[in-house]
């Protein structure tokens, strides 16, 4: 109905612009700029007239939630006192303060980069594409066979030695 009305309001606007030809000695067409409109349906006929079914919903898939007190209530004092004796059994506790800080600072330096990488306007496509080929090299090169696989698990366990220092 909306496409109706909007073809008969071209044929409406593009009529008055197409000058009549000489030979014709026809009275002026008065032509209007607005198309005649259908009258509007109030909206209790409109519901009235339209019944929608509703879905059967099978009783087969109803889920009753349930919650019980060990795995959902979360004791706060446990996990404060908990936090509180990691937190007494570190060692040099600056280190880990400026390392908490410089992971705040690296992580608000991604997002300004991030940010100002996104209103480059091709950039972030780009950046799309050189993931995308990243990730399926990766999948290629270290998930798709079991040798490659047990590789990058190898080399997984000995970046954890590295990094915990048992190597």
Known sequence: MAAASTSMAATAVFASRFPLSSTTKAAPARCSATPYLPPRFSATSFSSSLKFAEPKRSSLLQVKASSSE????????ELLSDLKEKWD???????????????????????????????????????????????????????????????????????????????
Do not use: C
Not at 70 to 77: F, I, M, Y
Not at 98 to 118: D, H, P, Q
């Open 70 to 77: 060990e795995s959902g209530a979360v004791d706060t004092s």
């Open 89 to 167: 059994a570190v060692d040099n506790k600056s280190t880990v303060i400026i390392y908490g800080g410089g992971a705040i600072v690296a992580v608000w330096l991604s997002s300004i980069v991030v940010g100002g990488i996104n209103s480059v306007p091709l950039l972030p496509k780009i950046m799309e594409l050189v993931g995308l080929g990243y990730t399926g090299w990766f999948v290629y090169r270290y998930l798709l066979f079991k040798s490659s696989r047990k590789e990058l698990a190898e080399d997984i366990e000995q970046l954890k030695k590295k990094i915990s220092g048992t190597e």
